[in-house]
């Protein structure tokens, strides 16, 4: 147990639609990252966030968004849902910014649009 | 685009063998890490490599770095079928805050 929970663990939604995916990071950890992992795409980092602040960003369309709340907790935000958004999302946390160490990594949440 | 790119992208050995992968990346480096993933769940890490370091050792596991030619190569001895897995190389491309991973190579190890 990697001590990063993120909810949910599956998700099933149609096309156009809109979901929210949670992270808790693990105790005391102030960065979270949000990474992709698709068969086509691998895993491609989307965003990180240090202690509420953005600080490095990947290749995240503008239908998703995310932020880090002041509990640390981040929520990465989809819309406009296609088809091709389906994939594992996982959620990643460290303790803290700069070079980047290891990376602590949840279950993930899959998403399936159809 | 991926900063690492593993090599093979599959492979398949019998229980006790030695696996080698290989990863090569692009820009220069703070330090290269490696992470394991079995089948849908979150990735574990392995090991880090320090851009000045060469070679680092952890358990069954040996990980080379050779900046000069931008490349690393972990080496599981005597693997076990619970080695198991998808293996992926993350440099962080001197960038800070951004682990950038390979598409990972697929290990299979037959008992």
């Known amino acids: 147990d990697s001590g990063v929970t993120q909810t949910p663990k599956h998700l099933i939604t149609a096309t156009g639609q809109r979901v929210t995916l949670r992270c808790s990071p693990r105790s005391g950890d102030l960065s979270v990252y949000w990474y992709q992992q698709s068969l086509d795409q691998g895993l491609q980092f989307l965003i990180h966030?240090?202690?509420?602040?953005?600080?490095a960003k990947g290749n995240i369309l503008e239908r998703f968004s995310a932020q880090q709340f002041p509990d640390l907790h981040s929520e990465l935000n989809l819309s406009s849902l296609e088809l091709g958004d389906s994939a594992l999302y996982f959620c990643?946390?460290?303790?803290?910014?700069?070079?980047?160490?290891?990376?602590?990594f949840g279950e993930g949440s899959r998403l399936t649009v159809l | 685009s991926q900063q690492g790119e593993e090599d093979p992208q599959a492979l398949s050995i019998q229980e006790g063998e030695n696996a080698t992968m290989n990863c090569s990346y692009k820009?220069?480096?703070?330090?290269l890490q490696w992470y394991r993933q079995n089948s849908g769940r979150g990735l574990v890490h392995l090991i880090l490599?320090?851009?000045?370091?060469r070679e680092k050792h952890s358990g069954r596991l040996r990980v080379t770095l050779d900046t000069s030619k931008k490349s690393s190569s972990l080496l599981i001895t005597a693997s076990r079928a619970a080695d198991t897995a998808s293996y992926f190389c993350a440099t962080d491309g001197n960038q800070g805050g951004k682990l950038i991973f390979g598409q990972g190579t697929e290990l299979s190890v037959k008992p």
């Open positions: 820009t220069s480096i703070n330090n």
């Open positions: 990643a946390s460290s303790p803290g910014t700069g070079n980047t160490g290891e990376l602590f």
């Open positions: 966030y240090y202690n509420g602040e953005e600080r």
């Open positions: 490599i320090r851009s000045n370091e």
